[in-house]
């Protein structure tokens, strides 16, 4: 799959998901490795601020599980898994080309 292909499949998966752009990139962020605000925010350029509200609002929606809430640290829950998934679902359905 060429690079264009994969972004045009993916802003199309994208539009038919109910989370906000920003909160989707949180998220990705996430479930790319990253686990705090500070961290997100330097890859993002989003506020840590924003970024520790956005988390927070993942979390109580079941998408992430906050592990240590002294430090902030989040990984992706089993729906925010199931999510992440969807998102990217389209390289089950298109050829390895």
Do not use: W
């Amino acid at each position: 799959m060429k690079a264009i292909d994969f972004v045009c499949r993916y802003l199309a998966q994208a539009a038919m998901d109910d989370l906000t752009p920003v909160a989707r990139q949180v998220l990705l962020a996430v479930a790319a490795g990253l686990d705090n605000s500070e961290d997100i925010a330097r890859l993002t350029g989003l506020l840590p601020g924003t970024c520790t509200s956005l988390l927070r609002t993942l979390a109580a929606r079941k998408q992430l599980q906050c592990i240590n809430r002294t430090e902030g640290y989040y990984v992706l829950a089993p729906a925010g898994k199931a999510r992440v998934k969807e998102l990217f679902s389209f390289f089950s359905h298109s050829s390895h080309a």
